[in-house]
């Protein structure tokens, strides 16, 4: 059974920092590119990062691009989202994904999806 577990969401003052955490299990992770998506209530949800399968290739939105690192440890089976300056519109429910069509950002392209977790920043 396919699963992907985020954690690591929560509440955190404008300009701090989290870091959000995805473990995959019931396929093979180090075959699937990954990516991080988020959604506000009311707005479809929007692609945010994405990451080969070797780690060695990534590609952000332009709205988080030199705030927010991902990256992936294989021998684990993990995804991480390292989130910096922090600003009140990154508020969302994080999800992540895995696809193995390679490094895209289309959300249709994305084979699994995790349930989510809440990032609140407050201003």
């Known amino acids: 059974q396919v699963q992907l577990v985020e954690s690591g969401g929560g509440l955190v003052q404008a300009g701090g920092s989290l870091r959000l955490s995805c473990a995959a299990s019931?396929?093979?992770?180090?075959?699937?590119?990954m990516g991080w998506f988020r959604q506000v209530p009311g707005k479809e949800r929007e692609f945010v990062a994405a990451?080969?399968?070797?780690?060695?290739?990534?590609y952000y939105a332009d709205s988080v691009k030199g705030r927010f690192t991902i990256s992936r440890d294989n021998a684990k089976s993990t995804l991480y989202l390292q989130m910096n300056s922090l600003k009140s519109e990154d508020t969302a429910v994080y999800y992540c994904?895995?696809?193995?069509?390679?490094?895209?950002?289309?959300?249709?392209?994305?084979?699994?999806w995790g349930q989510g977790t809440q990032v609140t920043v407050s201003s």
């Open positions: 019931g396929f093979t992770f180090n075959t699937y590119a």
């Open positions: 990451i080969s399968w070797t780690g060695g290739s990534y």
């Open positions: 994904a895995a696809d193995d069509h390679g490094l895209v950002v289309v959300e249709s392209e994305y084979d699994y």
